[in-house]
């Protein structure tokens, strides 16, 4: 066992490494990439002259070099140079790049382990250094103009400097609990928008891909964050790409104005969304006269690839940027940590459950292992009692102490098959035999005694053991379905609280969710009303509107606080049916208590169930065990467990008793689901069930033991389709034993339901007092009826 676990230690140290590896690969190729196309972002001073700068690349490598490792500086610093390179001839001076950027590279390969303001001060004496170094040899200027101009560059490296840091420790909490600020999201946007516009004037037959990816960028951030988000998105990629380009006023109004547009229609969908920035676009480019084969080629394919981009990406850039989803994000992950915690130390429990039982088998196999020195034990016994005093106890224990040994287990062994018989060695040796025989009788039948009582309580242990374990096994079915989703609806909070506020009703707070079957639950707290029906007739169509579904107050779905003076009303989707029961129940004739019990009701998961329960024998004892089962049945359908859960642990609870008088007990359970009217019928050792649908009856039967004849049950679940009208009839056996020669005989039934009436109450009491007549008013056994219609909502 223990090798297994470190077989299994390894694969996850091993999966672990792997992950870490692919993670530290990706990082690093977004460090070169990024250095390659922030070195390569130009700002120009004019649009006829070819002059500019282009100090992102060097800020970049700084904050690299004080931040990160040396790896990593060096492959930021590979980015640098590449970008560099492909660019310097078109700058006049761009050498000055490359050298700061060498410069730099392998001042921080030197020095790697000192302070960061130290190491940040040397950072900008060496691009001070760099620049008049390269003034100096490539100029004519005085050494004063020479200064001067490598200042300018130095500090115009400064702002950016701080610009890329702080946009770089943002994006270090991304995929974390953090929250990101309005300034912060715009600091990233700007980074980003730095990324498209170091792409540059590279095209593909003439249509530029920078533009594309521009407006990629900013219709996605659009679409993700809103019109507020899209309009921020738009004006900073419109003044970056304008000062890389020297065309600024076109620029910002060219992608403010789409992200604005666009992040308007967010909530139409990505098709409208697309459509409203094709109209927009090309109103724009009607309106500047710039409209071309181009232009409409660049817009068509920007929209393309926004349409194609994952569901999964944007949801999870949504996370990032905005915050109530991030914290719908978070508390559920928290919710679950909480449910997992929660479940580890119920497996706790389960565990020790499974111990005890393990432990009570044990015990039952260390009496067996004490039966193989029982012979030796009664020899002994048997010699302590006779031979203790006699005169020749040292000649046949001493002297011949193998033959006496032998002898006196033949003595036993006869005495316990019935016949005592001393062997011939006893006979001419022993002078007690009539004592030798008695103690030998006593012996053997107190042995017996003990024996049944030892296994009486081994019978037990084991009975306990069996059912420990079953119960062990039902916990860990309940902690699956405990782990089943609940998600929170942040989305539907919101639209609740605007219709809300909107209408003037005052609350104190909503809390919306959907269940494991996926129906919306409301809990709404307000101030305390006296009277309940405002909530019915005001509230509810006011929420029916604001959901556009259907929904209800559930039952006994007020909850009053006193203390706060406060009322939390519990709201779910309203049902699609109904189901109205009734019973009637006779006593087998001289008894005044029935072995029958039922019971009917609504459950919290939008269900409908009802439970019929016959216990065995009739009387007060018959009753208790029905009355037993059905309480424990309905408890656990009402907590919300599944059919097999449920009737597999009141099994194993029914089934811990060791009386010889054991009393047992059937189960006739019909659950019906009051949204789609899908019924399933468990029988346990019940008779069969009727379904009325007109002037047709189906039966419904099903074989099974009654619950405490067998350890666990196999279920044999029917599922049948239920409609409006339709009128479901479970009976006890008491209602077809009706004469010995039909016993069990539901003929007469089935024929009398096809031209019955259907009230619950009335039918129900009909066919008692039926069964009733055709038992000749002579009632042998308890007889209940449990009549169930559905009606539509």
């Not at 006829?48 to 282009?54: D, E, M, R, S």
């Amino acid at each position: 066992m223990q090798y297994e676990l470190n077989i299994n230690a390894y694969k996850n140290k091993k999966a672990k490494k792997s992950f870490l590896l692919k993670t530290e690969l990706s990082k690093m190729i977004f460090i070169l990439i990024s250095g390659l196309l922030l070195s390569r972002v130009t700002l120009l001073f004019s649009q006829t002259q070819n002059n500019g700068i282009a100090p992102l690349g060097i800020a970049y490598l700084i904050v690299i070099g004080l931040k990160r490792s040396r790896i990593k500086t060096a492959i930021a610093s590979i980015g640098v140079l590449i970008g560099y390179a492909t660019i310097g001839f078109k700058l006049p001076g761009g050498a000055v790049y490359l050298i700061t950027t060498a410069a730099l590279a392998l001042y921080y390969e030197i020095v790697n382990k000192s302070e960061k303001r130290r190491k940040e001060f040397v950072s900008f004496f060496i691009i001070f250094i760099s620049f008049i170094g390269y003034e100096i040899i490539s100029n004519n200027y005085d050494l004063g103009v020479n200064i001067t101009l490598a200042l300018i560059n130095s500090l115009v490296v400064l702002p950016i400097y701080y610009i890329i840091k702080y946009s770089f420790n943002c994006l270090d909490e991304i995929n974390s609990n953090y929250f990101f600020t309005s300034e912060e999201i715009v600091s990233i946007a700007i980074l980003f928008c730095l990324f498209v516009a170091g792409i540059g004037d590279i095209s593909i037959k003439y249509f530029s891909i920078r533009n594309i990816l521009a407006l990629v960028l900013v219709v996605t951030i659009a679409y993700i964050g809103g019109a507020s988000y899209g309009a921020t998105m738009g004006v900073a990629m419109g003044i970056i790409l304008g000062c890389t380009s020297n065309n600024m006023m076109a620029s910002v109004g060219f992608y403010g104005v789409g992200g604005l547009v666009v992040g308007i229609f967010k909530d139409t969908g990505k098709i409208f969304s697309v459509l409203s920035g094709i109209l927009i676009y090309f109103a724009l480019g009607l309106y500047s006269e710039s409209i071309n084969s181009q232009f409409i080629i660049e817009i068509v394919s920007s929209l393309v690839i926004f349409l194609l981009i994952p569901k999964k990406l944007y949801k999870n850039i949504e996370l990032e940027i905005n915050t109530e989803k991030k914290q719908e994000s978070i508390n559920q992950i928290h919710l679950n940590e909480l449910k997992e915690e929660f479940t580890l130390k119920l497996r706790d429990f389960s565990s020790v459950l499974n111990q005890v039982s393990k432990t009570l088998e044990d015990m039952d196999a260390n009496d067996k292992l004490l039966l193989k020195n029982k012979s030796c034990e009664f020899v002994e016994n048997l010699a302590d009692r006779v031979c203790i005093d006699c005169e020749k106890k040292n000649s046949c224990w001493r002297g011949d102490f193998n033959n006496t040994y032998n002898s006196f287990q033949a003595l036993i062994k006869s005495t316990e098959d019935g016949e005592p018989q001393l062997p011939k060695t006893l006979e001419t040796s022993c002078v007690k035999h009539f004592t030798l025989l008695k103690n030998a009788q006593d012996i053997v039948i107190n042995h017996t005694v003990n024996s049944n009582i030892k296994d009486k309580f081994s019978e037990g242990r084991q009975i306990i053991s069996t059912h420990i374990s079953n119960i062990s096994y039902s916990l860990s079915n309940v902690l699956d379905e405990f782990k089943r989703e609940v998600t929170i609806c942040s989305d539907l909070e919101r639209m609740l609280r605007r219709g809300l506020n909107k209408s003037y009703i005052e609350y104190n707070d909503v809390f919306c969710y959907t269940d494991r079957n996926g129906r919306v639950k409301i809990k709404l707290t307000m101030k305390e009303c006296e009277n309940c029906e405002y909530y019915e007739g005001k509230l509810i169509p006011l929420l029916n509107e604001i959901m556009h579904i259907p929904l209800s107050i559930v039952d006994d779905g007020y909850i009053i606080n006193k203390d706060t003076n406060t009322c939390t009303l519990l709201i779910e989707e309203m049902p699609k049916y109904n189901v109205i029961s009734y019973g009637a129940i006779a006593s087998k004739e001289g008894e005044t208590n029935t072995g029958d019990s039922y019971s009917f009701g609504k459950i919290n998961d939008g269900s409908y169930i009802t439970i019929l329960s016959d216990g065995m024998g009739s009387g007060p004892d018959a009753e208790k065990e029905s009355k037993s089962t059905v309480d424990l049945v309905e408890k656990f359908m009402e907590a919300g467990f599944d059919e097999d859960v449920t009737i597999n642990t009141v099994n194993s609870i029914i089934g811990m008793k060791f009386s010889e008088s054991e009393k047992y007990a059937t189960l006739d359970l019909s659950k019906i689901d009051l949204y789609n009217g899908e019924v399933n019928f468990v029988k346990i050792g019940a008779v069969s069930s009727f379904i009325k649908r007109g002037n047709q009856v189906l039966v419904v039967d099903s074989k099974n033991l009654p619950f405490g004849l067998v350890d666990e049950m196999e279920l044999d679940i029917i599922k049948e389709e239920l409609m409006p009208g339709d009128v479901l009839v479970n009976v006890s056996d008491g209602i077809l034993d009706i004469d010995k020669l039909n016993s069990g005989n539901f003929i007469w039934l089935k024929e009398y339901l096809k031209d019955c009436c259907t009230d619950p109450r009335e039918l129900s009491e009909n066919i008692l007092q039926k069964a009733i007549t055709l038992s000749n008013n002579l009632l042998k056994d308890d007889m209940t009826v449990l009549v169930s219609k559905v009606y539509a909502v």
